[in-house]
């Protein structure tokens, strides 16, 4: 099945593989979906012990810094 027709759920558990750490935007961008929507599929794999929130990545400018996450496994 192309990548396109993924779930976002699995998409963000490969992007996250061999150790990369990556925020929600940066996720949303390489995915081409919306940011809630990759916040939702993220919210969900925490609750079921995928991924963690290992830290944040402060940005320049105005606005909060954005958390980063990982794989647990």
Do not use: D, W
């Not at 290992?54 to 105005?62: D, I, Q």
């Amino acid at each position: 099945m192309p990548e396109r027709y993924q779930p976002t759920s699995g998409r963000i558990l490969r992007a996250l593989r061999n150790g990369r750490q990556a925020t929600t935007p940066e996720l949303a961008e390489e995915f081409g979906r919306e940011l809630s929507s990759v916040r939702r599929c993220l919210y969900r794999l925490i609750a079921q012990g995928r991924i963690e929130r290992v830290g944040l990545r402060h940005t320049e400018g105005r606005g909060r810094p954005a958390y980063l996450y990982r794989r647990t496994s």
